[in-house]
Structure formats: C-alpha cells, structure tokens
T-cell receptor, first 115, second 112 residues
Framework: SAVISQKPSRDICQRGTSLTIQCQVD?????MFWYRQQPGQSLTLIAT?????????ESGFVIDKFPISRPNLTFSTLTVSNMSPEDSSIYLC????????????FGEGSWLTVV | SQQGEEDPQALSIQEGENATMNCSYK?????LQWYRQNSGRGLVHLIL?????REKHSGRLRVTLDTSKKSSSLLITASRAADTASYFC????????????FGTGTRLKVLA
C-alpha cells in the first residue's frame, strides 16, 4: 500500500492568510484526491488531481480558493487561500492504488485552525 | 450531497459484543469500501467489496453488499476497546466523474 506524507500536520493560521499543504507519496500514482473534514463531520471531496491536467473541483469548491498543483506522479499541493474560521478543518490527501477494485489510501491529514 | 448515509450515527456497546453499521448509497457503484478513523487521525482502509460480490470477510470483519437495495453493512464481531473509532463507507461510482464519496459515518464506542 502507498505511504503518504502530509505537511504540515497541524497549523494555526491567521484570518486572511493562505497556507499550502504538501502531499508526498512513496510511489507513482495517477489519481490523487483532496478531502476536507470539518469537525465532527464526514469527508467531503474538494477535487481530484491528475498529473498533467487541471484539477477537477466538486460543487462548492473553486480553484481561486483551493488552488491545486500536481507537478509529478508522487507529489501534490493544496493551498487554502484567504482563510476564514470556516476553513478550520482537517485536510486529507489520498491516492488510489490497485489493479482492480482499487483502494484509496490516506495521509494522516493536516489540521488547520484559523483564528 | 453525500453519496452514502450511515446508521446508526453513534453506537455504544460492551466489549465482546458485535457491532453492526449500515451504509446506504444513491447511485450505481464500482465498489464500496469501509474505513476506520481514530480520533484526529487519517483513515485506515478496512475492506473493499466489489459490486459483483455479496459478502466478504477479513478477520473479525464481515461486510455484505446488496446492490438491489443500494446498501452495505459492516459487522465487527467480538468487539474490543481498541475498535472505538469512527467508521465510514466510501463508494466509487459508475457515472459521472470518477471519484470516491464518503458516507456520514458511525461513531463506535466499545466499553471495557
């Protein structure tokens, strides 16, 4: 299974600032997914990031607010821009692996608290 | 909206008892997966069941899938305090953009 490292693991951010979360995978993967998990809630898909193409955003998420980079098959970043307290969440990077019946694996997540 | 709805939202049982969680989804799927999340941590993959499978076992876990009812259940037998966590189902759909959608989750508490 893939090993995924996320940075930072935690951060406290000032309102109005931006923060970039890094996701590093120990193997090459085609599809990477970014999720948000607000306190006490389930995971909501922000976008799907494939190498070499623009990220595909879900309803309610826009590129200006959550720009994503995917420069190669092992790395991606998610930026949370112009943060407000409503952006306080865990942000999770995940990848898909498997020949058939693919499984998705997760990093440990990045806890962001916006004050 | 969320693809999957899970029930119960919360479940509290005694150690040694069995725990059953249910997941319902809305559209046709490729597969359904169950995950565990300990408080404040990343998700751990438990088991995957394909759309053409009806039942699958892994250790103390038993998963069933009923595609006619668009539902799945996760059974944890002989529960332990260490099983205390939130459990989520996730589905990959056959329509639209390829992605994984998570259910609302069940918070399980196993009392020692």
């Amino acid at each position: 299974s893939a090993v995924i490292s996320q940075k930072p693991s935690r951060d406290i951010c000032q309102r109005g600032t931006s923060l970039t979360i890094q996701c590093q995978v120990d193997s090459q993967v085609t599809m990477m997914f970014w999720y948000r998990q607000q306190p006490g809630q389930s995971l909501t898909l922000i976008a799907t990031a494939n190498q070499g193409s623009e990220a595909t955003y879900e309803s309610g998420f826009v590129i200006d607010k959550f720009p994503i980079s995917r420069p190669n098959l092992t790395f991606s970043t998610l930026t949370v821009s112009n943060m407000s307290p409503e952006d306080s969440s865990i942000y999770l990077c995940s990848v898909e692996q498997g020949v058939s019946g693919n499984t998705i694996y997760f990093g440990e997540g990045s806890w962001l608290t916006v004050v | 909206s969320q693809q999957g709805e899970e029930d119960p939202q919360a479940l509290s049982i005694q150690e040694g008892e069995n725990a059953t969680m249910n997941c319902s989804y809305k559209t046709s799927i490729n597969n359904l997966q169950w995950y565990r999340q300990n408080s404040g941590r990343g998700l751990v993959h438990l088991i995957l069941i394909r759309s053409n499978e009806r039942e699958k076992h892994s250790g103390r876990l038993r998963v069933t899938l009923d595609t006619s009812k668009k539902s799945s259940s996760l059974l944890i037998t002989a529960s332990r305090a260490a099983d205390t966590a939130s459990y989520f189902c996730a589905t990959s759909t056959t329509s639209g953009t390829y992605k994984y959608i998570f259910g609302t989750g069940t918070r399980l508490k196993v009392l020692a």
